[in-house]
């Protein structure tokens, strides 16, 4: 039996910061753009909660189509992560009505990818075309097609069978289920093992494989004794601050003055501090995964910047995009700005 499993990163750029926290040995990376846009154009982000609703209006990306492929690319380089690249170029029916022709955007990608040495999936080995155009929403016959070919290629790039100890499954199941909220300490792992009668390298093993294939995750550079046997918890405290710079950007009154400096930094400038992690407390576990924690393992992929001796971390990621109209006034204003590249 053969299983993929796909990590979606979406289209914000809030979570394109955090991806070398996930990226352990990806095979295949897929890359989706709107073919009907130039790769200079900021795409408009619409983002959305788990329960499918809106939270909050669709905004302007901060960068280009083209800066977000680069960005996603140093991310695969920064952790020695070679996959097979596929790019995928939705709204087929309407590339007419882009000024880029699509030779011209693939000349373009093809240059990034061959900067970064990437392995390429082309569109046909005689026209070397790296954008796979489709319709998503009303695919047609050839839509189809292209589907069935990437859909058969991305199936033939799974690792061939490795054997491993029975008890290794034992283990996942065992440790998802002492967990607290998630997370367990690397002592608490080797107790769990010990009762499966794995111990010493028998154990460095088995949770080797079980982060090499992103069932756990564990960051012992920056957290040596804290185990993430549920990937989601990462994921859900970056969320919980997305969300809430989106609300607090849609509720710009929202706040009672005692806090009202600390949530204008943060909704205008980016800007984290302790004081505003503390206030989501899920998977917070004391000793295991704190705040200051959450703080560390930000800084170590560079999704954020401490500024401050104050406690001050910036995260570029929330800034919004600014055309040349609003930066004028900004400065006229004398008001403190970060412009991200």
């Known amino acids: 039996m053969k299983w993929i499993q796909f990590i979606d990163s979406g289209g914000q750029l809030q979570y394109h910061d955090i991806l070398p926290l996930f990226i352990q040995n990806p095979g295949v990376t897929i890359f989706v753009l709107n073919s009907s846009e130039e790769l200079s154009h900021h795409p408009t982000i619409e983002y959305y909660g788990a329960d499918g609703k809106p939270v909050s209006r669709p905004y302007q990306s901060s960068l280009s189509h083209k800066q977000i492929l680069q960005h ?17 170029g939705t709204h087929r029916d309407a590339v007419g009505k882009c000024s880029e022709s699509i030779k011209e955007k693939n000349e373009q ?26 319709n998503g929403k009303t695919p047609q016959d050839e839509d189809r097609r292209i589907a069935k070919v990437l859909r058969q290629k991305i199936v033939s790039m799974c690792p061939q069978l490795v054997k491993m100890p029975i008890a290794w499954f034992g283990l996942e199941v065992l440790l998802q289920r002492s967990s607290h909220d998630g997370i367990l300490s690397l002592v608490e792992c080797q107790e769990c093992a010990k009762s499966l009668h794995i111990e ?3 154990f460095s093993a088995a949770l080797h494989h079980l982060v090499h294939h992103n069932v756990f995750l564990y960051y012992g550079e920056v957290l040596p004794q804290t185990v993430f046997c549920d990937p989601q918890v990462v994921l859900t405290k970056v969320t919980e601050l997305v969300e809430y710079h ?34 989501f407390s899920k998977h917070y576990t004391e000793g295991l995964f704190t705040p200051q924690d959450l703080l560390k393992l930000l800084v170590s992929v560079g999704a954020i910047a401490k500024i401050s001796d104050g406690g001050e971390y910036l ?3 929330l800034l919004p995009h600014l055309d040349s109209g609003q930066v004028s006034k900004y400065c006229q204003q004398g008001t403190s700005l970060v412009i991200r590249p």
């Open 72 to 88: 996603c690319l140093g991310a695969m380089h920064s952790r020695d992560a070679r996959p097979l690249i596929i790019t995928v």
């Open 109 to 134: 990608l093809k240059a990034l990818l061959d900067a970064g040495s990437f392995r390429v999936l082309y569109n046909g080995e005689r026209l070397k075309e790296i954008i796979f155009a489709v």
């Open 200 to 202: 010493g390298d028998a």
């Open 246 to 279: 989106h609300k607090l950007r849609d509720n710009p009154d929202k706040g009672v003055a005692a806090e009202r400096i600390l949530l204008v930094k943060f909704r205008d400038h980016g800007l984290l501090s302790l004081e505003l992690l503390n206030k």
């Open 315 to 317: 995260m570029p990621a």
